[in-house]
DNA sequence: TCAGTTGTCTAGCGGTGCTAGGGTTTCGGG
DNA sequence: CCCGAAACCCTAGCACCGCTAGACAACTGA
């Protein structure tokens, strides 16, 4: 019985470990080098086994972004307990969310940009991604109450903004030294 | 002489030929579905013939790029043109910015979010981008000088909103009843 | 007519995600 | 202790990808 045990335990570590090789890689070396050859050359098996613990190698960058998903909650959490006063929660919260789309790219396009099949909407996803959402939402839906606007509109909003910042600014595609220019401008709007 | 000019003549409409049968193949299935291959098979070539005109694949997709641009700066200047009031030319704009997203996704894909190698700060970018860009910018810069914020910043930020928005839409990631909140949060907000 | 240029195609290279099949190791009961 | 059964993993390969070398055909211009 016992033997059972160990080897799902070594099924999940090993699970760990392709899972983490993959981020590592695509932190490294950009999504493109993540293959499953050299993944698996990486972990020390044939490729064949990371097809005995994901469907694909989507399968995969889905387990990176749900890891990534909490790491980012937990951060947006932090940063949200430390103020009292909704509106500077709410600046702290973005800043961090574009700080953390700036440390760790590959994660935040695992999560938010690559065409990984993660539910999103209001069904079931995740219960990182929702924590992660209640993170921005919370603030933002104090701020729109006491701009008479809808929360929901008004969050997705917000959240659209940063993200697309994000993706932008990676992109190249926002002049650098606008960067604090453009968060006056959000903290003001928002 | 003439012998010359037909034969550029023939290879410019050929050029074109390709870049509409990309555009076409990638909006019909999707930019995974545009291969050399199949984008050969399509225009009536082999391969290396696609290589006689582009230096490769990225840049028969920014070839599609800067055409879509073009499309989308026509669109927005219209649009623009409508309007005598700043504000209002603002929201028309940006209803404008999105339809389009929605209308020719994979044309979106090719300008904004795939990884072309096209200039975009304020160096030498095509000139249709400058066009588009400038339709946002100046019922923005009208709304930043109101509210007494850096025309700049604000102007990036209301584009980062507007691409964030259109590139949730597309993965999903935002509540379809939620639009017209969504975008009423944004005239009030810009 | 005929060399030289131009244009195009076939065939192939190294890479990708993924899978079929067989061989080795380990398990569990007689 | 031993042996059939199950679990496990690897080698080899498929069909596809972007891209290119080299051969071949067609056209040009003297």
Redesign the pocket.
């Known amino acids: ?1 016992a ?2 045990e ?2 799902a335990r ?2 999940a570590e ?1 699970e760990q470990l392709i899972v983490r090789a993959a981020r590592e890689l695509a932190e490294t070396e950009g999504w493109d ?8 050359e990486r972990i ?9 613990h994901f ?4 399968a ?1 960058v889905a387990a990176v972004a749900v890891q990534g998903c909490a790491e980012l909650a937990v951060q947006l959490r932090a940063v949200a307990a430390e103020f009292d006063e909704p509106r500077a929660a709410f600046g702290a919260v973005a800043r961090a969310y574009l700080a953390f789309a700036v440390a760790n790219p590959a994660l935040y396009d695992a999560i938010f940009t690559m065409a990984n099949p993660l539910p999103f909407g209001t069904p079931e996803a995740p219960a990182a991604l929702h924590e992660a959402f209640a993170a921005i939402a919370e603030p933002a839906t104090a701020s729109a109450t006491a701009a008479g606007l809808d929360p929901a509109g008004y969050t997705e909003l917000a959240w659209s903004a940063l993200h697309g910042m994000a993706t932008l600014t990676r992109g190249g595609r926002l002049r650098p030294d606008l960067d604090h220019s453009r968060m006056a401008a959000f903290t003001a709007v928002f």
């Open positions: 019985m033997i059972k160990r080897r070594e099924r090993r080098a993540v293959t499953t050859r050299r993944l698996a020390e098996y044939s490729q064949p086994v990371l097809y005995s469907a694909g190698k989507d995969i």
